[in-house]
């Protein structure tokens, strides 16, 4: 640990896979690392497990990488030199100069995320170098009927299971599109739901037009092929190229209609059926959590499955130097990505930091070839699976498109037919579409794809919150005092508050 | 908002106008922006004129125009703290009653009155009727849409003007896009903080320079805040002629429910980067006028830049040095308030009207003799 005052050597944030692999490693490497989470224990959402208090006996279960975990947490419990700093918010990173060191800002004292009742305190971590593991939210496209009782996103049904809670229903049909679907349906089938289909709106032939990239992963292919069986032995077969169009119930989900879809996913007129179920896991990918970094202007690519994700240099270091990325933030990939990023991560900024090279060099190499394969898998499999622009088709005009507001697709489309905007952030000023709690990581990708529709539309440029999390107006008050940036000589000195 | 009001007038003049924009309606400082009508926080003089003939205007555009734009004339609070700060505040205002503000001092113990949450210790205060509020990204959707409707709007967004074109005397004759030429014996630069820039393509120098400004949106509240309320410590500051830098929270609830805390200032060019002190400073001073908003969150914040000129009035008018060129910006952090005054003084100079008042402060080539700044 450093003296007080002085900076880490490293701060990383996430303790998810990218996160716990960088910080052991920077650790084992001599850095001082001061390792930030949200949740209270590390894991993330990948290791995500029951908290100690509910005596879980086997958290594992649910996890077939359980042991890389453990392994993990024995090396970070090993470790000198990590400060773990769990329950922190981070809500902004700032930098004074280039060269200078990194400050988090963080809220701490909010217990867990979902009990914000609390007013935390503010606290600032410093370190010479900065490492984003911060992860990914699901990606969410609405559909009439999406805000029902019952409905569920794929990523939440894992996230319940996974924390030790119950079924979202007895009978659940799983639908979106991507990986996460099969591992969705295999864990709640193994829980003792019963899945009647699995829905996914891509043909899985998306993966064969890159069979270099298939090749290389063949742990890909076996983590697929045990989906495929345990789905079989629970007599679950997916249906591709079809989506839930419409999810229908009273006070909870009680059925949903299933559309076949044409090539850029616009729904087939005609060939409608409903499917009898009492709960709907609906997932389509996740989208990388980049804001803190692209609030500071950091270099972003355009997967190929529409998401943003930080453009990185062969060592992870991004477009700002002394910041590093791994993990989703690098563009999602899953964990064994993670896992490979994280200790390259930490063996770059080690190597800055000391002046040493980063050695050794062949598991430097090693890793580096290892990345570049899962990457390029990850590549196939966001092209595999991104949504075609004619889902929208099925977003009826009352349908609800930014749930906390409450503001429906026929408003957006208004506003971008009739009103002038083009992108989500004038559909935001316009109908206030992203303004509520979740700020716009539920109805971004909604907003977006609506707003493309004009045809004169400028793509979306990659969301920038300077507030990553909400912050007590008392605890930003209670910041220490800093002095302003150097105002110019002929700075105006008066100060009307307009 | 600025080309949005110019529009506006002009086309119910009969004119024909094309709006070009290189990104969404109310995509700059428009949609950054508080949406503050204020004559509240102006002195006597050019810009309180302005000022003036806007409220009176914009009372008619909220007239005509959907309740969505979110008018509200809901008068603005300015409070003391200290006595000092009272008596420059009471000066001030003594001030602007003599050129047509209406303001109303209001003793310590009748504070509560007008907002019952206010800290208990202020001075005392005054009462601006008059200040008004906007949506004004809303404001300027609706002006264009209804002039688009008149069927004299084109409107041209996502395509950034690469060129003015001029004719061999000098004279403007339109600009080019990335889409093509427009013709146009008129252009209207109502480019904002990038004035300068659309300025230099027609070979003049206009100084218009970004200030930035944060704002601070909170959660949605229960009603807390009903007025426009802001600290007349800037009043004082400007009466004792000091340097120092301010910030000057305005405090002020939404229709929707958050409350907006605006807005800091600082010269550091087209940085979006989050300054921490600006906002440390923005929500000391919102829980200082109101501690009960210690406990409310901010869910975001976001920044804007005002052009600012170094008079701090905006540039109005035809630009003599390019016949054909008019000027519409550097409104600086007014640009809301002060656009419908501005649209129908452009509109007066395209159509050799009257002026509805006299013009001359804001006469763009008023800095030509100055140096171009680097």
């Not at chain 1, 595999?384 to 099925?394: D, E, K, L, V």
């Not at chain 2, 000027?327 to 509109?347: K, Q």
């Amino acid at each position: 640990m450093p003296s007080p005052g002085d900076p880490y050597d490293v701060a990383v944030l996430g303790a998810g896979p990218a996160g716990l692999a960088a910080a052991v490693t920077a650790a084992e490497q001599g850095l001082t690392v001061a390792l930030l989470d949200a949740a209270q224990q590390p894991g993330g959402q990948y290791y995500r497990h029951p908290a100690p208090a509910a005596r879980a006996t086997r958290p594992d279960a649910l996890h077939h990488d359980w042991r890389v975990f453990a392994g993990l947490r024995e090396r970070l419990d090993a470790a000198e030199g990590v400060t773990r700093l769990y329950g922190h918010h981070v809500w902004s990173m700032t930098r004074e100069a280039p060269g200078s060191p990194w400050s988090l800002h963080a809220l701490t004292g909010e217990g867990d995320d979902d009990d914000a009742s609390a007013p935390g305190t503010g606290t600032t971590v410093q370190a010479r170098a900065m490492l984003l593991a911060t992860g990914s939210h699901e990606r969410h496209l609405p559909f009439p009927g999406w805000t029902l009782p019952g409905v569920v996103s794929a990523g939440g049904a894992q996230a319940m299971l996974k924390s030790g809670l119950a079924l979202p229903g007895t009978r659940v049909v799983v639908a979106g599109s991507g990986p996460l679907l099969l591992a969705a349906a295999t864990s709640l089938a193994a829980a003792g739901a019963d899945v009647p289909e699995v829905i996914e709106a891509s043909g899985y032939l998306g993966y064969a037009r890159h069979p270099a990239a298939l090749a290389a992963n063949p742990g890909k292919l076996t983590e697929a092929a045990r989906h495929g069986a345990a789905l079989l032995r629970h007599r679950v077969r997916p249906r591709t190229r079809s989506a839930v169009t419409e999810a229908h119930g009273a006070d909870r989900v009680e059925a949903v209609t299933v559309s076949r879809l044409g090539r850029d996913w616009r729904p087939v007129p005609g060939s409608e059926r409903r499917v009898a179920c009492d709960a709907l896991a609906v997932g389509h990918g996740l989208v990388p959590r980049t804001e803190l970094a692209t609030t500071l202007g950091c270099a972003t690519r355009r997967a190929a499955d529409g998401t943003y994700a930080l453009e990185l240099g062969p060592l992870q270091e991004t477009s700002l130097r002394g910041l590093w990325a791994a993990g989703e933030t690098s563009g999602v990939g899953g964990a064994q990505a993670a896992l490979v990023e994280g200790e390259l991560a930490a063996l770059a900024i080690t190597a800055r930091l000391t002046g040493r090279r980063p050695a050794p060099a062949r598991r430097l190499r090693a890793l580096r070839r290892r990345r570049d394969h899962l990457r390029a898998f990850a590549d196939a499999m966001a092209a595999a699976h991104a949504p075609g622009p004619g889902w929208t088709r099925w977003l009826g005009d009352d349908t609800e498109v930014c749930r906390c507001e409450e503001v429906t697709a026929a408003r957006v489309r208004e506003a971008v037919a009739d009103y002038g905007a083009r992108d989500p952030r004038s559909v935001k000023l316009l109908t206030r579409a992203g303004m509520g709690w979740c700020q716009g990581r539920v109805c971004g990708t909604a907003v977006a794809c609506l707003a493309a529709a004009a045809p004169d539309a400028t793509p979306a440029p990659p969301d920038r919150r300077l507030l990553a999390t909400p912050v007590p107006l008392g605890t930003l008050a209670s910041l220490t005092p800093a002095d302003p940036p150097p105002a110019a000589p002929d700075d105006p000195s008066e100060g009307h508050p307009s | 908002m600025i080309g949005a009001a110019c529009a506006h007038y002009a086309s119910r003049a009969g004119l024909h106008v094309t709006v070009v924009d290189r990104g969404p309606v109310a995509g700059g400082t428009t949609g950054a922006g508080e949406g503050n009508l204020l004559v509240s926080d102006k002195e006597p003089g050019p810009e309180l004129r302005l000022a003036l003939l806007s409220t009176r205007l914009w009372t008619e555009l909220a007239a005509e125009s959907p309740p969505d734009i979110e008018y509200e004339r809901k008068g603005g609070l300015v409070v003391a703290s200290t006595e000092a700060e009272l008596t420059a505040l009471r000066a001030l205002a003594a001030e602007q009653r003599r050129a047509g503000v209406t303001a109303a001092d209001v003793p310590a113990d009748r504070l509560a009155d007008h907002e019952p949450h206010l800290a208990p210790d202020l001075t005392g205060g005054c009462h601006y009727p008059q200040d008004a509020q906007v949506q004004p990204a809303l404001a300027a959707a609706h002006l264009l849409r209804a002039a688009v409707g008149t069927g004299r709007l084109s409107l041209r967004l996502g395509e950034e003007v690469t060129a003015v074109l001029t004719e061999k005397g000098g004279a403007v004759r339109g600009v080019r896009t990335a889409k093509g030429e427009i013709r146009a014996p008129h252009v209207v630069n109502a480019t904002g903080a990038w004035g300068g820039r659309l300025a230099r393509m027609a070979g003049v120098e206009l100084p218009i320079r970004p200030r930035r400004g944060f704002v601070l949106v909170t959660e949605p509240l229960p009603r807390l805040v009903r007025h426009k309320v802001y600290s007349a410590e800037y009043v004082a500051d400007v009466a004792s002629g000091s340097a120092a830098l301010q910030t000057s929270a305005v405090v002020e609830g939404t229709q929707a429910g958050p409350v907006l805390i605006g807005a800091s200032r600082e010269r550091v060019g087209f940085d979006r980067a989050l300054s921490v002190e600006a906002l440390r400073r923005l929500a000391s001073q919102a829980t200082r006028l109101f501690p009960a908003l210690a406990r409310a969150r901010a869910l975001r914040a976001y920044a804007g830049f005002r052009p600012y000129l170094p008079d701090h009035l905006p540039a109005i008018g035809p630009d003599p040095r390019v016949p054909g060129l008019l000027h519409a910006c550097g409104h600086e952090g007014a640009g809301i308030g002060l656009a419908p005054a501005t649209g129908l003084l452009i509109t007066g100079f395209l159509t050799e009207a009257e002026p509805p008042l006299d013009p001359s402060p804001f006469a763009p080539e008023r800095f030509a003799r100055e140096p171009a700044p680097p």
